[in-house]
């Protein structure tokens, strides 16, 4: 429920974003008519969330299945957009295709009247189908729906996509509206032939360019870098509310358990288990079962995995048994070999299996990783934990479900994350953030000049470099990634189809506090997994660049304090 509150709250945001800011006189302009009560507004608003909707579907599907560029799409708008900039600019050459197209007219002129008329929303309908592609890479909340809910349960990421698009088009006809009484009060804005439209057409060109050419990341960085507010503020924080809340009604305010009785689903679609047979739910009746989601190359779950294990250790003899569900996060994550490899390195003991059509995930509902489960000994789910973190809270109820009490074998303990911890950032195009540089961030190869200067949170590349919806491979000997972050230690999920050594820079007095995959100055990337790059004496803001051969490919950056 409170997805769908935020999913609203992002659609009306994204109004203030970077990338729709410059886009909003356009939006005006295309509802200005010599009729003040005409429809345009409400046409061109939801003709942008029906394209925003399709073009998301056309997104997963065509990534998933044929592996389409997104590009493609947002250069079809582009081309859209210029059009229709050239009809503003030269108005007749519209009235001369209307001609053109209807040769059955009784005269041009009647004929260039009535298709006019009939078609008066062709024009508002294209700049909405235009925009909405442009649109939908604007909000963190969009971003999480595609990559995070979408993937595992279809009918749910519609729901949250439409009910995005729903304020984001209020937010937009307030935008319209308003607009309009404004500008129409001016004779001349509503006249197709005036100077106003003629500039409008003109912006509509220039973006359509900038669309196409892939500057408009450079331009929405700019935009965003000179704005007084950061619009996304807002949403990054009910999403990380969202994200660690709790999933059920606290039963009782003096229990440790914090879930009414609720009947667990069963374990589904679970293959390659490890260090054990197939198990049940329903076949543990009579123990205390721990259902603990991760991936291997999740730092989060890496740093609990000691944690479950200790628990694994000390009351498998009382009845526990812990699941390690490996639902996958990225491609080679589904790969069994790799997951087993991180079994064997990890020194897990209890059962592990793949999750890799997130059949398990889905029953449960889960939307983190890490994530616990306690399921007692008649099949109920009385415990959640989602994220990192209350470790002695949850080997408590672990002890009240097996009706012991006696000292914790795991310390208190809290996130270890920095209050102004660099987040996690991915690099491919599905969900990369905080990219700089004159090269725009799309699918192919390409080469990059680094950037001269970063923010904090701030990422540029060098040299040649293949990019794709997940990951960025590097294309040459000289490619280099340049990082400033903010945190104590750096974690980087790489891959490679050998044994290639990455050299790691750090600036100045940081020089040598290097993590510990590291060694001599560099990280052997060997193999689908997370490297730990950096570890700082204390938490601080560094510059970190990897000198990247070709043939290793960059998932994303993590951090810890």
């Not at 694994?312 to 997951?339: C, M, R, W």
């Not at 990455?502 to 193999?527: E, H, M, R």
């Not at 960059?554 to 810890?560: E, I, K, M, Q, S």
Request: aromatic share 8%; glycine share 8%; hydrophobic share 45%.
């Amino acid at each position: 429920m409170l997805l769908l509150l935020i999913s609203f709250i992002a659609g009306i945001l994204t109004v203030l974003a970077p990338c729709v800011l410059p886009l909003l006189p356009m939006m005006v302009a295309g509802s200005v008519t010599e009729k003040k009560t005409g429809a345009r507004p409400y046409v061109i608003a939801i003709s942008l969330a029906t394209s925003i909707i399709i073009f998301t579907l056309i997104l997963k599907v065509s990534t998933a299945l044929i592996n389409l560029s997104p590009n493609v799409l947002t250069g079809v708008s582009g081309g859209i957009l210029i059009a229709l900039g050239i009809v503003s600019v030269w108005p007749e050459a519209w009235e001369w295709l209307i001609i053109k197209l209807n040769l059955q007219a009784a005269s041009q002129r009647l004929l260039s009247k009535g298709s006019h008329n009939r078609g008066k929303y062709v024009g508002p309908i294209l700049i909405g189908a235009a925009l909405g592609p442009i649109f939908s890479s604007c909000s963190p909340t969009y971003a999480f729906i595609l990559a995070s809910v979408l993937p595992r349960s279809f009918g749910a990421g519609l729901i949250y996509l439409i009910i995005y698009s729903i304020g984001l088009v209020l937010a937009l006809l307030l935008v319209a509206l308003v607009g309009r009484k404004l500008v129409g009060r001016l004779s001349w804005a509503v006249d197709t032939h005036s100077l106003f439209r003629r500039i409008i057409g003109g912006l509509f060109i220039v973006i359509g360019l900038v669309v196409i050419t892939g500057k408009e990341v450079s331009v929405e960085t700019w935009v965003a870098n000179h704005l007084p507010f950061d619009e996304t503020r807002i949403e990054r924080v009910l999403l990380a509310k969202q994200h660690t809340g709790t999933k059920a009604i606290n039963a009782n305010n003096d229990s440790v358990l914090n879930v009414n009785p609720t009947p667990a689903p069963e374990l589904a679609g679970l293959t390659n288990w490890i260090n054990s047979p197939p198990l049940t739910i329903a076949g543990l009746r009579g123990h205390v079962v721990l259902v603990d989601f991760w991936t291997y190359s999740c730092i989060n779950c890496i740093r609990s995995l000691p944690y479950v294990e200790k628990w694994y250790s000390a009351y498998q003899k009382d009845g526990l048994v812990v699941i390690g569900v490996s639902t996958p996060e990225f491609a080679f994550e589904h790969n069994p070999n790799n997951v087993a490899a991180a079994v064997k390195k990890d020194l897990i003991t209890y059962p592990v299996a793949l999750d890799n059509d997130y059949d398990t995930w889905n029953a449960f509902d889960n939307d983190s990783w890490p994530a616990d489960y306690l399921i007692d000994k008649t099949g109920d789910v009385r415990y959640v934990s989602l994220g990192e973190g209350d470790y002695d809270q949850t080997e408590r109820a672990i002890q009240a479900l097996l009706g012991l009490n006696q000292p914790l074998v795991t310390p208190a303990s809290s996130v270890p994350v920095g209050q102004n911890q660099t987040p996690e950032t991915y690099f491919g195009t599905n969900r990369a953030q905080g990219y700089v540089g004159k090269t725009s961030l799309t699918d192919g190869a390409q080469n990059f000049n680094a950037a001269s200067s970063l923010s904090t949170g701030q990422w540029t590349l060098g040299g040649g470099w293949e990019i794709d919806p997940e990951s960025i491979t590097s294309e040459s000997n000289n490619s280099t990634l340049t990082f400033k972050v903010s945190a104590k230690d750096v974690y980087v999920v790489a891959g490679s189809n050998s044994a290639i050594p990455v050299a790691i820079d750090l600036p100045g007095a940081q020089a040598g506090q290097y993590g510990s995959d590291v060694t001599n100055g560099s990280v052997v990337i060997n193999g689908s997994r997370l490297y730990h790059i950096v570890s700082l004496r204390a938490d601080s803001t560094t510059t970190v660049t990897l000198k990247v051969p070709q043939g290793v490919s960059l998932y994303t950056f993590t951090f810890g304090s």
